[in-house]
């Protein structure tokens, strides 16, 4: 999930991981800790509410006793079609980027967000099926590739398929599975999958490799 705040105004956007496909976002915070947030469709049917807090004690102590702002929201989410169903919520903080919700990779110079989520999705996929030509084909070169036993400059894509199972092995390939490849945390120097396991650039082509 992405939001901004403004003036107590909410918009935002999040996804399910098991689609990746993002449902837009609008509510608005009531006496300073309180807040609804509507889930709408692309026909701008309400589907769903988020009903809750930020808490001034993390509920379930990440940020151990730190009194808190809006680093962690806690409620309930239920359908608008199955009001009766209520499933429990709790979302903390994990970054904050620049861009705009619709220009979100902006600051990292790439001009269609769209291009990028469709290209980091794309390896994404490619790197859980074992699909080293297609990995190959969405890397920028040449490329330095960080691993535990140093760095190694790979110069195209032929070298990076004869090198592929030194540099994804499976702990790689599992981080890089476990990451989400959309709503991606983006800075000026690039925008990073997972962890920093995966660095795209603005045309969405992979920058930088982090088999940490």
């Not at 049917?45 to 001034?56: H, K, L, T, V, Y």
């Not at 102590?61 to 702002?69: A, H, I, P, R, V």
């Not at 429990?88 to 979100?104: A, I, K, Q, V």
């Not at 902006?106 to 297609?134: C, H, M, P």
Request: some cysteine.
């Amino acid at each position: 999930m992405t939001i901004t705040v403004n003036d107590h105004q909410i918009k935002g956007v999040y996804c399910y991981a098991s689609q990746l496909m993002n449902i837009t976002l609008r509510g608005r915070i009531f006496d300073a800790s309180r807040f609804v947030i509507d889930a709408f469709d692309s026909s701008e049917r309400s589907i769903g509410r988020f009903d809750g807090e930020f808490p001034a004690k993390d509920p379930r102590g990440k940020f151990g006793d730190s009194e808190l702002q809006c680093e962690v929201m806690v409620g309930s989410w239920y359908a608008r079609d199955r009001s009766s169903e209520k499933l429990p919520f709790y979302l903390t903080l994990e970054s904050e980027t620049g861009g705009t919700l619709e220009n979100r990779y902006s600051v990292a110079g790439a001009a269609d967000d769209k291009l990028i989520d469709r290209n980091a999705q794309r390896f994404w996929e490619a790197v859980k099926r074992g699909d080293k030509y297609t990995v190959a084909n969405l890397v920028k070169y040449p490329i330095t590739i960080y691993t535990k036993k140093g760095y190694k400059k790979i110069r195209n894509a032929g070298s990076l398929i004869r090198n592929y199972d030194v540099i994804f092995t499976p702990d790689y390939v599992d981080a890089i599975s476990k990451a989400i490849p959309k709503n991606m945390f983006v800075r000026d120097q690039g925008i990073m999958l997972g962890a920093g396991e995966v660095w795209f650039g603005p045309d969405g082509k992979v920058i930088t490799l982090n088999n940490f």
